[in-house]
């Protein structure tokens, strides 16, 4: 049992590297996702952790950051966004990027990668209307493991079977094994890459649509206000931002606005 000063430096610690808020009641989320960070280092648990953590081990803390983050993805998940995204948000802003023909779209805390690629996907069935369009889709997360997960595009069946209509299993998807390979035009498409949403999001370039799903509810209210406010100055004026359903900028970051009419889409405000 982990004792209330080592239960206080291990949230401290997640918050502080990762803005994730573990309060007091989710002490058995601790010992469930360290203990196998315990184990894997011959640790006898999870004081011994805090022990380590105390002493500077960078790469533990890395490792204890990245277990306690929570990865689950689907393809198209929640399908409306999805559907939103090819009637309204793309014939948008293609229009708004006529002279250009470039749309660059970050997929921000994009875990194992399916919202990226569902994107991916997405605009290669509009390949027709968007011939001569240069399209880049960047996924960032803090979870090494996830990204090599991403990079590699290789899906259980279980993965597949979640959200992927059978059409574009069958269209993008190659037998691998007990596994689904994502066809390389498709991997060629995305770009993923370690980026934490805490630190300055400069270095990443702006992006004219940002879909920031099911990671904001993981922080306190300063900091999915300062993570809103960095995404904001990623973005032109007219870019549109998605949050999960459970998410909104109202009451938290005066950056945003609704979108009228669509729910979970956001633009800057004036
Ligand atoms: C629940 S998943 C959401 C994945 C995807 N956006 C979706 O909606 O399906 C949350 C992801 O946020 C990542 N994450 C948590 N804190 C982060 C941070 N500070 N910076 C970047 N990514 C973070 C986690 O590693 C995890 O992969």
Redesign the pocket.
């Known amino acids: 049992m982990l004792r209330p000063d080592e239960f206080d430096f291990l949230a401290k610690l997640l918050k502080e ?4 808020v573990v309060t007091s009641d989710k002490g058995y989320l601790l010992e469930s996702r360290l203990t196998p960070v315990a184990r894997s280092r011959g640790l006898a648990g999870l004081s011994e952790i805090v022990t380590k953590l105390k002493a500077n081990d960078e790469a533990l803390a890395r490792d204890v950051t ?1 277990a306690m ?6 393809f198209f ?2 399908e409306k966004p999805f559907t939103q995204f090819k009637e309204m948000v793309l014939p948008h802003i293609m229009a708004a990027r006529a002279a250009k023909k470039s749309i660059r779209i970050w ?6 990668g ?2 990226a690629y569902s994107l991916a996907m997405l605009l290669k069935e509009e390949q027709a209307r968007m011939a001569g369009w240069h399209i880049e889709i960047v996924g ?4 090494v493991e ?1 990204l090599d997960k991403a990079k590699a595009g290789l899906y259980s069946q279980f993965e597949v079977q979640r959200g992927l209509p059978i059409t574009l299993l069958v269209k993008y998807f190659k037998k691998k094994d007990e596994s689904w390979q994502i066809d390389p035009a498709l991997r060629a498409m995305v770009q993923f890459k370690e ?5 300055d999001l400069k270095p990443l370039g702006q992006f004219d649509i940002v ?5 904001l ?3 306190d209210q300063p900091t999915k206000a300062k ?1 809103l406010e960095g995404i904001s100055k990623q973005m032109p004026a007219d870019g549109m931002l998605y949050l ?1 359903g459970a998410e909104t900028v109202l009451g938290i970051s005066d950056k945003f606005k609704p979108i009228p009419n669509q729910r979970g889409i956001y633009g800057l405000t004036a």
């Open positions: 590297r990762s803005g994730l990245e983050t929570t990865n689950e993805s689907f998940r929640d997929s921000a805390a994009c875990s194992s399916q919202e960032t997360d803090i979870s996830m980026w934490n949403l805490l630190r879909f920031c799903r099911n990671v509810i993981y922080f993570v999960g």
